[in-house]
């Protein structure tokens, strides 16, 4: 078979290589930028914007004013009064100009535009570790089905390679664009934030009736891949016993499912939100413990029937 020559550009947040988690062996993770829904949890606020956007590390800036100088969108400006540099993000273009010239790198660039080949390129570049360890590649978010295209031609790249393929969405997209991927994948990850709607909505301020619609879809689809659903655990918000019983309701009839994948909330992205002069909605909440995790992880099991894992470590290890 000829390799494809197309290549369609996307906006990708980074890539992550030699990666143990979103499927087996070692993987590279292509995390894309943009994203529909709006966790409260999310812990990676750069990735929900689809154009590249830049950060701020106050403690590391020294007020040259270089980046002010340089910037050709006249976005930046000193803040004399708290000693910073101050953005305008609705007029910065994303052009990485001050990223590059910030003498002291206090300044952080959040995504770029590349070709499906340069991703690709990038992909083959660990093709032997992938076939020693029995690994690939994972397509990640923001959301994946926002960029159907492109992603698509990184995945028949991939395919014409021998590449094992794995892709984690929300699955808040149009069956459309679904369809035209699923054939592509050998494992598919579902994050499945709550199972009732109303709820839903008031965590990611969407609706799950098209994410359920679009699981059932793709589980009776002919295409042959694993499923996974995952669900971040997030105390107090989606970890009541009655949230669990209708996720494990929903999941139980389901023929592709490999198992469910439990995930602890963490704190990992507070950093991240300073940097971009966000507020990070959740201060108070806490990791929650592992025995507290099995617990609930025991209950889903008892009702759904399948295999279950928390934070990748299979439930009856
Ligand atoms: S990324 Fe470009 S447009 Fe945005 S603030 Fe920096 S120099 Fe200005
Ligand atoms: S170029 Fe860097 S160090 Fe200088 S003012 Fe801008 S952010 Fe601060």
């Known amino acids: 078979m000829g390799r494809s020559s197309a290549s369609i550009e996307g906006n990708v947040l980074r890539i992550e290589k030699t990666s143990i988690h979103d499927g087996e062996g070692l993987r590279t993770v292509v995390f894309l930028k943009g994203c529909p829904l709006k966790c409260l949890w999310c812990s990676t606020p750069e990735s929900q914007k689809s154009s590249p956007e830049i950060g701020y590390i106050r403690g590391k800036c020294i007020l040259c004013g270089i980046c002010v100088s340089v910037c050709p969108q006249k ?36 995504g770029a535009r590349m070709t ?16 020693h360890s029995g690994g690939g590649v994972t397509i990640s978010g923001g959301e994946p089905f926002d960029q159907a295209e492109f992603v698509r031609e990184i995945l028949i790249g991939c395919r014409e390679r021998g590449i094992n393929r794995a892709l984690e969405t929300s699955f808040f997209s149009s069956w459309e664009k679904i369809e ?9 990850y579902v994050d499945l934030k709550h199972a009732d709607p109303e709820e839903h909505k008031k965590l990611t301020g969407v609706d799950n009736r098209v994410i359920l619609e679009n699981i059932k879809r793709a589980d009776a689809s002919p295409h042959d891949f694993d499923l996974v659903i995952r669900t971040p655990l997030i ?52 990791t929650p413990s592992l025995e507290f995790m099995k617990g609930k992880a025991i209950k889903f099991q008892e009702i759904a029937g399948v295999p279950v894992r928390i934070n990748g470590i299979p439930l009856n290890n």
């Not at 101050?86 to 790198?105: F, T």
């Not at 035209?180 to 598919?188: A, E, F, K, R, V």
């Not at 105390?235 to 439990?262: T, Y």
Request: glycine share 6%; with cysteine.
């Open 75 to 110: 976005a930046l400006s000193i803040d004399e009064e708290k000693e910073m540099v101050s953005i305008e993000r609705d007029k910065c273009n994303g052009c990485m100009l001050c990223v590059k010239k910030c003498p002291s790198s206090a300044l952080k660039g959040y």
């Open 116 to 131: 499906s080949k340069q991703v690709i390129h990038e992909i083959s570049k660990d093709e032997v570790f992938y076939f």
């Open 180 to 188: 035209s991927i699923l054939p592509l994948l050998n494992l598919l």
């Open 235 to 286: 105390p107090g918000l989606n970890d009541s016993d009655d949230a669990i019983k209708k996720s494990a309701e929903f999941i139980k009839g389901l023929k592709k499912i490999k198992f469910m994948e439990f995930l602890a909330y963490h704190r990992l992205g507070t950093e991240t939100y300073k940097n971009m002069g966000l507020e990070y909605p959740l201060q108070e909440i806490k």
